[in-house]
């Protein structure tokens, strides 16, 4: 039976780097964040619905304008609704596929790897348990500014379209503390794979 794991965090809280070991020790992760780039690729039926929702403006050399879009989204919660309508349903599509996938092939643990795990809704209902990456919430914003050279204003509004860390970890099943040096996070991975019979990175 394969056990599925959901793999979150907050924004800049280091999930995609316990992503990243969670690879390099062989286990198979679908990445939400990469399938959300897919289905909105060129030539996709979710690039034609954003242009005909928010406009040709959003288009760049005809690929979707993901900074300007995102500027828009995050200021703008009903513009993000508005995007949501249209790739949660294909990026739900896909993770399912993969999931099914990964099943057929009878996987022993699959990891799904999303930045909005609990906000998207239907996640949960895909998976056994939850890994959630942390740090607070200082760490978290002054690692976001620096990362994506944000303003205070920009990088708040960015984490308010989330979860507070706390909710997230309240529902966890096991949190990795990133709030310390990348070999004490490092540790604590090694320590679950090891809990889970599952060969070190």
């Known amino acids: 039976m394969t056990e599925v794991w ?15 070991w969670l690879k390099a020790a062989g ?23 954003i242009v005909a929702t928010f406009g040709k403006s959003y288009l760049a050399a005809g690929e979707l304008n993901r900074k300007q879009l995102g500027q828009l989204v995050f200021r703008e919660p009903a513009q993000l609704k508005r995007l949501e309508a249209i790739t949660t349903p294909l ?7 993969q999931l099914a996938d990964y099943r057929q092939k009878k996987a022993p643990v699959v990891i799904v790897d999303a930045p909005t795990f609990f ?3 239907y996640l949960e209902a895909l998976t056994d348990h ?24 920009d990088a708040q509004a960015r984490m308010d379209r989330q979860w507070p860390i706390e909710k997230k970890v309240a529902r966890a099943t096991v949190v990795i503390d990133n709030g310390g040096t990348i070999a004490e996070t490092r540790q604590q991975v090694v320590k679950w794979l090891d809990t889970n019979n599952l060969k070190p990175f």
């Open 6 to 20: 959901g793999l979150t965090g907050g924004i800049a809280t280091g999930k995609s780097t316990v992503s990243g």
């Open 27 to 49: 286990l198979p992760v679908i990445d939400a964040d990469v399938i959300a780039r897919k289905v909105v690729a060129p030539g996709t039926l979710g690039l034609q619905q």
């Open 91 to 97: 990026i739900q599509a896909e993770i399912q596929r």
């Open 119 to 121: 906000e998207v809704g």
């Open 130 to 153: 939850v890994m959630v990456v942390a740090t607070d919430v200082a760490t978290q914003k002054q690692r976001l500014m620096a990362r994506d050279q944000l303003s205070a204003a």
